[in-house]
C-alpha cells in the first residue's frame, strides 16, 4: 500500500492487439470476463496542456481485487500511451489508485510536486490523471475518479469476475448512463 496513494487498484496494460490480449488473458490465465469498449467516450480529453480527440479501445477484468486494463490506441492522438509504444514498449504501461475525492486528492498530489501529463473524464464523477511519473516503463501513476457510475460499473466487472466459469469471456461495456 502506497502512502501517497493507498492500495493499487488498477494495473494497465499497452498492447497493439486488443483482441489478442484479452483471448490470452482469458484463455491461457484463466482472467476474465473482459468488458470491452472499442470506443471509449473520454470527453474534455488533454495531453502536455493540449486537446484531442482520441480513440482508444479499452477492456477491463479482474484478478480478485486488482483490475486488469488493456489499452489499444486506435488513432494517433498523442498521448502517454502512444509515448509507450513508441519507445518500443509493450505491457504494463501504468498503476491506478482510485478516488472519491478527487479534487482533493488532486490538489494534495500537485502540492507534493506530482505533474500532470494526460487526462480526461470518462462519465460524470469519472476524471482521470495520470502523471508524470515514468522513470522506467510501468512506473506512470493513475489517479482515477470511482465516485459516479464508473465507480459502479467497476463494481460490476469485480463481481462478474467471483466464480468466473470461463464461458462469455469477452462482454460488452455497461451503458454508464444506466448505472
Request: aromatic share 14%.
Amino acid at each position: 500500500m502506497s502512502r501517497f496513494f493507498g492500495q493499487i487498484r488498477q494495473a494497465g496494460y499497452v498492447v497493439h492487439d486488443i483482441e489478442a490480449a484479452m483471448d490470452y488473458w482469458s484463455r491461457t490465465l484463466g482472467i476474465g470476463p473482459w468488458f470491452y469498449n472499442e470506443r471509449v467516450p473520454i470527453k474534455k480529453y488533454t495531453y502536455r496542456g493540449e486537446s484531442y480527440e482520441v480513440h482508444n479501445s479499452v477492456a477491463l477484468a479482474n484478478s480478485g481485487p486488482l483490475q486488469m486494463e488493456l489499452i489499444q490506441t486506435r488513432n494517433d492522438a498523442p498521448s502517454m500511451y502512444r509515448d509507450f509504444l513508441k519507445a518500443g514498449n509493450t505491457g504494463l504501461q501504468h498503476v491506478a489508485y482510485w478516488t472519491e475525492n478527487y479534487d482533493a486528492d488532486l490538489a494534495r498530489l500537485t502540492a507534493q510536486g506530482f505533474k500532470a501529463v494526460m487526462s480526461g473524464e470518462v462519465g460524470e464523477k469519472g476524471r482521470f490523471v495520470y502523471f508524470d511519473t515514468e522513470y522506467h516503463p510501468g512506473t506512470v501513476i493513475e489517479l482515477s475518479e470511482v465516485a459516479g457510475p464508473k465507480g459502479k460499473m467497476f463494481d460490476l466487472i469485480r463481481n462478474a469476475s467471483i466464480d468466473w466459469d470461463g464461458r462469455d469471456p469477452v462482454r460488452p461495456f455497461p451503458d454508464l448512463s444506466t448505472l
